[in-house]
């Protein structure tokens, strides 16, 4: 009877400890931060400011002066983020001033907000997501990080959710999943048709602010 007592705590105490290291297993994958699991390229970036790059979106249609989402991210950041958007830009004209209106300005990160205006006017899927791996490599080739952000939201840009994240896997570069996701769907948050206003440029801030935050250097 002894024996068998000392083979049972022994048998408990193994069962102790291999629940107790799952848990601590499933703890830190809870815990540990995306960089774990998803390499970024030039995370270490010695850049020096943060760039967001894109269209309308980007530059603050429909929204007051400091309302658009990156007067809103800067203010969350703690830190000057160069609005670089511009009004019906495609991926097309965006790579065409890529150079002089980001890379020359010292990026150390760029948020990349693009492809809205191809679906609008047909350019083909596959350019577009040329276009857009021209741009990410463009700015990972001057030594700074890219982060992209997924359009896809409904009808807009529909079925391009995957490739915009297999996109971004595939160069190392921070996914920003869902940005008009519960936006250009709700009246409430949209300035117009297809722009969001104060309120729904405060959620896309919060959404990037999100994905970006585990890959800010301290200051």
């Not at 463009?138 to 297999?166: E, H, P, T, W």
């Not at 948050?189 to 890959?215: C, F, M, T, V, W």
Request: hydrophobic share 40%.
């Amino acid at each position: 009877m002894a024996r068998t007592g000392w083979i049972g705590n022994i048998l408990q105490l193994m069962y102790r400890q291999i629940n107790l290291s799952s848990f601590l297993f499933l703890l830190f994958l809870a815990l540990c931060p995306v960089s774990c699991t998803q390499p970024i390229k030039n995370s270490n970036s010695s850049g020096k400011n943060i760039i967001c790059f894109g269209d309308s979106i980007t530059k603050g249609k429909g929204a007051l002066i400091g309302q658009d989402y990156v007067s809103v991210l800067s203010r969350l950041l703690g830190e000057e983020v160069i609005n670089a958007g511009v009004s019906g830009d495609t991926t097309v004209s965006a790579l065409a001033r890529l150079e002089d209106e980001v890379l020359d300005k010292d990026p150390y990160l760029v948020i990349i907000e693009l492809g809205g205006n191809d679906f609008l006017l047909r350019v083909s899927k596959k350019t577009t997501l040329k276009n857009l791996e021209n741009i990410i490599t463009g700015v990972q080739d001057r030594g700074s990080m890219a982060a992209l952000a997924d359009l896809s939201c409904g009808i807009i840009l529909n079925g391009y959710g995957k490739d915009f994240k297999r996109l971004a896997k595939r160069t190392g570069s921070i996914f920003i999943p869902g940005l008009l996701e519960g936006i250009l769907d709700n009246p409430d948050l949209k300035s117009d048709q297809i722009h969001p206003n104060h309120e729904g440029y405060k959620i896309i801030a919060r959404r990037i602010y999100k994905a970006i935050k585990p890959y800010i250097r301290p200051k």
